[in-house]
């Protein structure tokens, strides 16, 4: 079985809290067993933590849940249906109270702890195998911990309890019962002794159970009151109770065993036990008070925790109760002894015999003591008077035995006297305080809420446990009044608004409170700041009003205020019993000016604006330019309000602001709407005041709208007008232009329609919703045919208003000439482009271009577009030929029949055309006629023209050269020796005098011509006797004139740039300068070769050596074998590789 779990003792502030018992011991053994319902040997849960006594303290704990119990089922099958359980579940703790004040006080109470869970207890299962079904739940789960409890004020939670541990389910098979099945009849069952926390008792016990017929269940009991926790009790014998309402009698253990017996089907079950008991306190430490007020306390108010003294010398038990105490019940006192063989005796000197029990059959007795028995005794008990002047009454119980007492070790516990006592509490200073200090005032007291109830609190000192019950009756009061009417409060009202505005001419009410309701009280009123006398002229008689919950009467201001200013008000109020209070000047509240209200309002507009329908306060008005003026005037005849005139449209509300006008005695307000205004508005007048309350008049005239005004546009646009050509020439486009008259910011929707001769619709241009008075149109030349042409000008404004529409004819008719466009385009430096798009009555055209007059192109061309382009290097070519920069294009595109033409004149820029555009490198230094090369050049065409190239040289009066021609793109590679060296060999260039000119030239075929390089040499041997003088002579001479300069012009900048990057040179060996011991190697561009030899080659063998160390040099520097004897054979004609 499982283990009750634990209690809470209780102390002087709460009472105990009981843990919940165990789980009992479920056997089953069976052949089958359906479980449909439930199998429990379950814990119970813990008591809840008790609330402190009085209501103020700290909370109690939680008790204990207790252990699940054991199921022990041994079957040959299990079926567990979806509702069943078997379940040895631990019980739940009981939750911790939380800490509690009553009442007005600064406490610091801590909440109960949350008692533990009980340990889930055991269940095993045994079937044969596959002879378990389960649906429902099997379980032997721990109990959850209880709540804690909360602290109140700067008290501490408390805990949690802890849930228990976890119990075990164990399944397993055998071999099973053998066919057939065998029920004992009879059996015993002895249960697991129960302990208690502590003595409880008297013990009342009750079974549930059932018992069949013809079946029996007999319930045996035994007890101990051995202390708490002892291992091994001392029990009385075995005793036979009934299953209900038994009494045991005080104990610390109980222990249970049933006999039944079973007929043929059925056996008794028992489900449930439970024992309930009584305990008797003590009361200690008594305190009284009524709400926080102290009373005077009783006598005997402070009374020590019942107890009874073991005097073993004297064979006496002692126990006392308070003089003035009342027994109300039995009292109890447990003496307990080791066992011995002997005999003991309890006595009394009046009552007699108590007890006569042998002391070797059990060991202790619980003397019980009946009221009677208690009264008697008290009535002869001997009274002493404590050092609290408290009076006691000892009473005296005799002890004997057959044995010396010494050798019982006798003791005595668990006293319990209940007792009831009397006295009378003077209630009345504590209560008129407590009415004072909750309601300020005893004249309060009949209204204040507050006070409800007097309570009479009570607390006890920490030796009172729980049960104390505290009794007040016969309550006796008797109540004065002497108090005059208190006045609370006056105020003024309107419309159940408290303290509103008040304005001269309106009515008001004054309303006065007294702090109790009085409502049977006279009150009078002066409006004055003097309590009158009643009937003047500012006396007001009042009434009761129970829903405002004083005394109230209405006035005019009118009746006392000749305007706006203030009114004293002073109150006397008198009640029932003559009491009477008087208060001058009690109140005063301020008069406003009369309320801001619309009397009239009208409306004008200008001249021009016609009010077409209605009146001016609804009708219906069309202008151009609308202008309108607001008069509007107060009833009160106020000129310091705000006035304005709201304007609603569409929902949009405009405000257009009123100011007064002296002169006329209103407020006025004007407005100018616009076109975008038409439609219909309401006009609102509105007065408030700028300053003070700041009432209004929002709703103006009257309710609802105060005015109507419908804005409107019934004039359709004037003045339209369409200009249009009577006649129109086919294939031209028609231009057509319209315009019409509207009002300001009008809009209007606008279109021009053409009909064709047919009448069909050929054309149209319409305008969206504008303010544009203008509609031009263009119609295609596409969309015109000859004939009869009508064109309609429509209008109509956004508001629907439709103009009367106007036409106007036009006769399209074709013509005889040329019409169209003509144009001449320079596409590129070389070639311009004439294109044309034209029409006529015939189906060709003569065109004719002309360059400065002289024509270059006539040729007949189709009606409609086309194109000619012009190669300027062809039909400019004269031109070219003459060094012309510019040229005028004349182009004509003519009529065959009659002298009508389409021209276009333009000047061509033909600068670009006169360039030579050529680019190359030369040597860096001027030739020299003693070298062996007069020129070296690589020159590029990137002109647009064809360059002839002219070289001539001279030789002692032989003149020799060659001419070529250059295309553009074209490159050549000009390599000249110096013809000299062919005419003269070299003793006679070294002897004799000679000289050599050159001269390099460019120019466009029949152009002029640019010289692009140029010089002369002239030798002269030296003197014999002066070497050095004709060596310097003859280098002085070989100068030359080169002239480079027009050369540089053109290919000064390339010739540096290339100079600088090209990545692959050609090194040329040049003859040796006889004015020099050294060869001069130079360096040039590689371009293009031309590997056409001179005009005059220099005679060499075959065998020079210069021409084969030339050769090979070339082909170190990776020209191929073709390339290097071409270029050798320009120096060396007879060279053979």
Not at 79 to 104: H, K, L, M, R, Y
Not at 366 to 395: C, F, I, K, N, Q
Not at 729 to 748: K, Q, Y
Not at 1050 to 1077: H, M, N
């Amino acid at each position: 079985m499982g283990s009750p779990g634990g209690d809470v003792s209780g102390n002087s502030n709460y009472g105990d809290a009981y843990g919940g018992h165990g789980g009992g011991l479920l056997t089953v053994r069976a052949g089958s067993l359906i479980v449909n319902g439930s199998l429990l040997a379950e814990g119970a849960g813990g008591d809840p933590g008790v609330s402190p006594n009085g209501g103020t303290g700290a909370g109690g704990s939680g008790g204990g849940g207790g252990a699940g119990g054991s199921i022990d089922v041994q079957v040959n099958t299990l079926n567990v249906g979806s509702t069943g359980v078997i379940s040895a579940n631990g019980g739940t703790g009981g939750d911790g109270e939380d800490g509690q004040q009553n009442g007005v006080g600064f406490g610091m109470y801590d909440g109960g702890d949350g008692g533990g869970g009980g340990g889930g207890g055991h269940v095993s299962i045994l079937t044969t195998s596959g002879g378990s079904t389960s649906l429902g739940t099997i379980s032997a789960s721990a109990g959850g911990g209880g709540l804690k409890g909360l602290k109140y004020g700067t008290g501490v939670d408390g805990v949690d309890g802890s849930a228990g541990s976890a119990g075990t389910i164990s399944t397993g098979t055998w071999s099973g019962y053998a066919t057939g099945s065998y029920a004992a009849m009879n059996g015993v069952f002895v249960a697991d002794a129960i302990a208690f926390p502590s003595v409880r008792g008297p013990l009342w016990m009750n079974h549930t159970a059932s018992v069949p017929s013809n079946t029996t269940l007999e319930v045996f009991v035994r007890t101990s009151m051995s202390p708490v926790g002892t291992a091994a009790p001392d029990w009385s014998p075995w005793a036979v109770v009934s299953a209900q309402n038994t009494s045991l009698g005080r104990a610390t253990f109980v222990q249970l065993s049933y006999a039944m017996t079973r007929n043929a089907t059925a056996s008794p079950v028992v489900s449930d036990v439970s024992f309930d008991w009584e305990r008797w306190t003590a009361l200690d430490g008594l305190a009284l008070s009524l709400d926080a007020q102290t009373l005077p306390s009783p006598s005997d108010v402070s009374l020590a925790t019942t107890s009874a003294s073991l005097d073993v010398a004297n064979a006496e038990i002692v126990f006392s109760l308070p003089d003035d105490a009342t027994p109300t019940g039995n009292a109890h006192l447990w003496i307990g002894w080791s066992l011995t063989d002997a005999a003991l005796m309890l006595e009394h000197s009046t009552v007699g015999v108590l007890m006569d029990v042998d002391t070797d059959v059990h060991p202790g007795h619980d003397v019980v003591l009946s009221p009677t028995e208690l009264a008697s005794m008290l009535s002869t008990a001997s009274m002493r008077t404590a050092s609290d002047g408290r009076v006691w009454r000892d009473v005296t119980l005799d002890l004997a035995s057959t044995t010396a007492l010494t050798d019982l070790a006798l003791s005595v516990d668990h006293t319990a006297m209940p007792w009831s006592m009397h006295t009378t509490l003077d209630i009345a200073a504590a209560t008129n305080a407590s009415i004072v200090q909750t309601c300020g005032s005893v004249y309060l007291s009949t209204t204040c809420a507050a006070l409800s109830d007097h309570d009479v609190m009570y607390s006890t000192g920490a030796n009172t446990d729980d049960g104390v019950l505290i009794t007040l009756s016969d309550l006796s009061l008797s109540w004065l009044d002497d108090e005059a009417p208190r006045l609370d409060r006056v105020s003024h009202r309107y419309q159940g608004v408290e303290q509103p505005p008040v304005r001269f001419g309106e009515r008001t009410v004054v309303v006065v409170e007294d702090l109790i309701d009085e409502s049977t009280a006279t009150v009078d009123l002066w409006l004055s700041a003097t309590v009158g006398v009643v009937g003047d002229s500012n006396h007001l008689s009042t009434s009761w009003n129970a829903g405002l919950g004083g005394w109230v009467v209405p006035f005019d201001t009118a009746d006392h205020l000749s305007g706006p200013g203030t009114i004293d008000v002073s109150v006397r109020m008198t009640d029932e019993r003559g009491n009477s209070a008087t208060s001058p000047s009690e109140y005063a509240f301020t008069v406003l000016p009369s309320m801001p209200e619309v009397a009239t309002l009208a409306i004008e507009a200008d001249e021009s604006t016609a009010l077409l329908e209605g009146s001016s306060l609804a009708g219906v008005w069309e202008g151009d330019a609308p202008q309108f003026t607001f008069r509007v005037t107060d009833a009160g005849h106020r000129s310091d309000l705000s006035a304005g005139v709201d304007l609603t449209h569409n929902g949009i509300t405009t405000t257009r602001a009123a100011a007064w006008d002296a002169g006329e005695g209103v407020y006025l307000a004007t407005w100018s709407p616009g076109r975008e205004s038409l439609g219909s508005w309401t006009a609102e007048a509105r007065l408030s005041e700028t300053t003070g309350v700041a009432d209004s008049d929002d709703d103006g005239l009257v309710t609802g709208p105060d005015a109507t005004i419908e804005l409107v546009d019934r004039t359709a646009p004037s003045n339209l007008n369409l200009a249009a050509p009577t006649t129109h020439v086919l294939g031209e486009p028609l231009v057509l232009s319209s315009s019409w008259v509207m009002s300001p910011e009008e809009r209007a929707i606008a279109s021009l329609t053409v009909f064709g001769p047919t009448g069909d619709e050929i054309d149209v241009k319409g305008t969206t919703a504008s303010i544009q008075t203008t509609l031009n149109h263009t119609v295609s030349a596409s969309k015109l045919v000859e004939g009869l042409h009508r064109v309609r000008l429509d209008v109509r404004d956004e508001g629907g208003n439709v103009a009367t529409p106007i036409e106007v004819n036009v006769s399209v008719e074709e013509r005889i000439g040329v019409d169209g466009t003509l144009h001449a385009t320079r596409i590129n430096s070389t070639a311009v482009e004439v294109a044309w798009d034209f029409r006529t009555d015939e189906s060709t055209a003569q065109l004719t271009v002309q360059l400065d007059g002289t024509e270059v192109l006539t040729t007949s061309v189709p009606e409609g577009e086309g194109s000619q382009t012009l190669d300027l290097l062809l039909v400019a070519n004269n031109l070219l030929a003459t060094g012309a920069q510019h040229a005028t294009l004349s182009v004509e595109l003519c009529h065959y029949a009659v002298d009508e033409c389409l021209t276009n004149t333009s000047v061509l820029n033909l600068t670009e055309l006169q360039q030579l555009g050529l680019e190359g490198t030369c040597l860096t230094d001027a030739p020299d006629g003693n070298a062996t090369d007069l020129l070296v050049c690589q020159i590029s065409n990137n002109g647009l023209r064809p360059v002839v190239l002219t070289w001539t040289t001279l030789v002692d009066g032989t003149e020799d050269g060659w001419t070529l021609t250059l295309a553009p793109g074209a490159q050549r590679t000009l390599w000249e020796a110096n013809p000299a060296f062919v005419k003269h060999n070299d003793d006679h260039r070294s002897t004799e005098e000679w000289g050599v000119s050159w001269h390099l030239s460019a120019a466009h075929e029949g152009g002029p011509s640019t010289s692009l390089q140029s010089g002369e040499f002239t030798f002269t041997p030296p003197e014999e006797n002066d070497d050095r003088e004709g060596e310097q002579a003859s280098q002085d001479d070989g100068t030359g004139s080169s002239e480079r300069g027009p050369m540089l012009l053109l290919l000064g900048a390339l010739f540096a740039v290339l100079l600088a990057v090209v990545p692959l040179v050609l090194t040329l060996r040049v003859g040796r300068r006889q004015s020099e011991g050294s060869d001069h190697e130079k360096t040039f561009e590689t371009l293009a070769v031309d590997d056409s030899p001179p005009e005059s080659p220099t005679p060499v063998t075959p065998e020079d050596p210069e021409a084969s160390t030339y050769h090979a040099d070339l082909l170190e520097q990776g020209y191929s074998e073709e390339d290097a004897t071409a270029y050798t054979r320009q120096y060396f004609p007879s060279f053979r590789s």
